[in-house]
């Protein structure tokens, strides 16, 4: 089925999508600027950051994964309007994944910044947990969906990831939905747009025109909903209801974290909810004909863009924890499905 399709404002960015080569800063008008922030030896390539400011602020949102190059050029893009990382005044990140909060505690080290997430958002592991007891009961979960004995080190969480993940700016703000972010002079509304991310927020700009749409709404991927252990029941539930709340009009201006800027939030969501559905619908038909015992069964039966057979280390643990998220989906539909995966627990680490 095709549908509308959106329309790109980003011209600039989109280009240097399709160059492979990091967009320029742009001024969006009035006080917002966008500032690309690389993703080092990621295929998104780099995170757009967003700088805002108001009568005192100066705001940034997802200020990008954290690397010396990605501090150098956010650095530049705030010397392009006579500041510096320690005139920040807030930070927020849409979402915890490290390409998008990463930078955070190095910014608040130098600036005093606060930094805020969504209040439902969880870390994997605090600083407090105990990381042997997590990596294990990883492992264990990855065994029951089938993951072969042979690969579960290269799928399963390690310590040096755990380790960076616990090193993470821990917030000093919660923003819950329907608030405003602390900044005088600007009018950002938070919306709570779980999937992605329990936690993930989007940032209306209603004066602007403008939403900020961290991860939630891209352009043109759609964004890995995973099932996690410990994370939501079902996280791919929550994002079709976040989709349906975001996607309250088209006329404004979508400033996603990847790729490029672009009008349209209705038609886009529109396509991430057939996208989704299509997908689910795959899943059944692998079920039904070839009846596999496990999620890495599903999993392999799958049509993946570079082939099953390409995907490695983390971009497998992505692609069998997407399977298990629609297993558990297609399961809250009342479809029986005798895949094993552990009943989801909510997790307390904050
Ligand atoms: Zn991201």
């Known amino acids: 089925m095709s549908l509308p399709s959106i329309t ?39 995170t757009l950051s967003y700088l805002l400011l108001g009568d005192i602020d100066a705001i940034l949102i997802d ?32 979402h915890h994944h490290s390409d998008h909060l990463g930078m955070a505690a190095r910014l608040r080290k130098a600036s005093g910044a606060w930094v805020a997430l969504g209040e ?25 969906w089938g993951v072969p004995a042979d690969r579960l080190a290269e799928v399963a969480m390690d310590k040096p990831a755990l380790t960076h993940l616990q090193n993470l700016a821990y917030p ?17 509304r938070v919306v709570a747009t779980p999937g ?42 929550d994002y079709y209801e976040s989709l349906k709340v975001i996607g309250f009009e088209d006329a404004m201006e979508v400033c996603p974290a990847h790729e490029y800027r672009f009008i349209g939030m209705q038609r886009r969501v529109a396509q991430l909810i ?9 899943v059944l038909r692998v079920l039904e004909n070839h009846q596999p015992g496990t999620v890495w069964d599903t999993a392999r039966h799958l049509t993946w863009s570079r082939g099953w057979k390409s995907l490695q280390a983390f971009s497998l643990r992505l692609a069998v924890s997407e399977t298990a998220s629609h297993v558990v989906y297609l399961r809250s539909q009342g479809h029986v499905i005798d ?3 552990s009943e989801p ?6």
């Open 63 to 94: 200020p990008g994964w954290d690397s010396d190059v990605g501090m150098d050029h956010l650095a530049a893009g705030l010397r392009q309007v006579d500041l510096g990382p320690s005139d920040l005044t807030g930070i927020v990140a849409t």
């Open 120 to 144: 439902n958002e969880v870390r994997r592991l605090s600083a407090s947990g105990d990381p042997d007891l997590f990596l294990r009961s990883d492992r264990k979960e990855l065994t029951l």
């Open 345 to 350: 627990y909510p997790t307390t680490l904050r």
């Open 8 to 46: 790109v404002t980003g011209h600039a960015q989109k280009e240097a999508w399709q160059d492979k080569v990091l967009p320029p800063v742009e001024h969006l008008g009035a006080d917002v600027w966008s500032i690309p922030v690389p993703f080092p030896d990621n295929p998104m390539r780099y």
């Open 274 to 282: 057939e996208h989704n559905r299509e997908r689910s619908a795959e």
């Open 172 to 188: 000093d703000l919660r923003l819950s939905d329907g608030s405003l972010v602390p900044a005088q002079g600007l009018n950002l």
């Open 196 to 237: 992605h991310s329990p936690g993930h927020i989007c940032l209306v700009d209603e004066p602007h025109s403008l939403i900020f749409s961290g991860d939630h709404v891209l352009p043109r991927i759609s964004p890995h909903i995973s099932l996690e252990l410990p994370g939501p029941v079902n996280p791919l539930a």
């Open 339 to 341: 895949v094993p995966v």
